[in-house]
């Protein structure tokens, strides 16, 4: 199946400073997914981008397909940016499974 | 509020048992996701229904069945419960798979706890 990796697997900061998350894939893809885990365990989309460049407000993504290869920014950190980042990818060709990263731990202190 | 609703929220039991876990999608959408989140696994893809039938499937266990009834609403059992299907199980929704546009949206999860 297609493999997933993420990097770096954590990451602390202060608050108030950038940082960027790396999301790489084995296989084209379909579907490309950001989610944010916050510390209650829930999961919370962040951005749909199979391809281009989105911006929400401190956090942007772009996505690179035929590199294959997505990034995640997230500018001017807060406490509540702190949580686990996970890439969700479907593979292409009528695939419908979904395969998700390891996921980028993060910390931000105050 | 992602608008898929999980229930039970907690959920603990013994070894042996047999359990149910419910999910209902977003208004309007018609596939739901199972996935089971562990510490040494991570997040894992079990199954896949698409308006009633089962549309892809991941890494299932035999014991573990799932299906989506007509109202969409869709059902976990796992059976034969051991200490290692400890875990956050998670449901997702999206709208139609194959268009391509398939934005999953998740539940707050069941978390089992088998003692």
């Known amino acids: 199946g297609i493999q997933v990796e993420q990097s770096p697997p954590d990451l602390i900061l202060q608050e108030g400073a950038n940082s960027t998350l790396r999301c790489n894939f084995s296989d084209s893809v379909n579907n490309l997914q950001w989610f944010h885990q916050n510390p209650w365990g829930q999961l919370i989309n962040l951005f749909y981008i199979p391809s281009g460049t989105k911006q929400n407000g401190r956090l942007s993504a772009t996505t690179v397909a035929t590199e294959r290869y997505s990034l995640l920014y997230i500018s001017s950190s807060q406490t509540t940016d702190s949580g686990v980042y996970f890439c969700a990818v479907e593979r292409g060709g009528g695939s419908y499974i979904p395969t998700f990263g390891r996921g980028t731990s993060l910390i931000v202190h105050p | 509020d992602s608008g898929v609703t999980q229930t039970p929220k907690h959920l603990i039991t013994a070894t042996g048992q047999r359990v149910t876990l419910r999910c209902s999608p977003r208004s309007g959408d018609l596939s739901v996701y199972w996935y089971q989140q562990s510490l040494d696994q991570g997040l894992q893809f079990l199954i896949q229904?698409?308006?009633?039938?089962?549309?892809a499937k991941g890494n299932i266990l035999e014991r573990f069945s799932a299906q989506q009834f007509p109202d969409l609403h869709s059902e976990l059992n796992l059976s034969s419960l051991e200490l290692g299907d400890s875990a956050l199980y998670f449901c997702?929704?999206?709208?139609?798979?194959?268009?391509?546009?398939?934005?999953?949206?998740f539940g707050p999860g069941t978390r089992l706890t088998v003692l």
């Open positions: 229904y698409y308006n009633g039938e089962e549309r």
């Open positions: 997702a929704s999206s709208f139609d798979p194959g268009l391509h546009y398939n934005e999953q949206f």
